[in-house]
Nanobody
Framework: VQVVESGGGLVQAGESLTLSCTASGLTFETRTWAWFRQHPGKEREGVACITWQGDRTYYGDSMKGRFTISRDNAKNTLYLQMNNLKPEDTAMYYC???????????????????WGQGTQVTVSS
């Protein structure tokens, strides 16, 4: 199984960025997918999650209204559209999925088994 994030970079506060996550070696469309982020010295924080059916999405409180998670099963790709970025959004961003298919969304990183290497997002003020 291979999970690869991309799209991170350096932006100014108020700007937008879209992260992508591609996966291979598993059946993408049967899986619930999530984005997490990690600030230096802190635990991973749930950012957003989308169910395997794609009909439900969940967001961390500080991301609601600014971030949008979506998926394209035909491309085996997960997205995270981030608008109105703030300096506190600076972190390493990871996408992840559970070991089993058809599971519910969870904000706990311990519920996820397959992770990418992360992509760095830096927001300057």
């Amino acid at each position: 199984v291979q999970v690869v994030e991309s799209g991170g970079g350096l932006v100014q506060a108020g700007e937008s960025l879209t992260l992508s996550c591609t996966a291979s070696g598993l059946t993408f469309e049967t899986r619930t997918w999530a984005w997490f982020r990690q600030h230096p010295g802190k635990e991973r924080e749930g950012v957003a999650c989308i169910t395997w059916q794609g009909d439900r999405t969940y967001y961390g409180d500080s991301m609601k209204g600014r971030f949008t998670i979506s998926r394209d099963n035909a491309k085996n790709t997960l997205y995270l559209q981030m608008n109105n970025l703030k300096p506190e959004d600076t972190a390493m961003y990871y996408c992840a999925t559970a070991q089993l298919a058809h599971v519910l969304c969870s904000g706990s990183p311990t519920m996820y088994h397959y992770w990418g290497q992360g992509t760095q997002v830096t927001v300057s003020s």
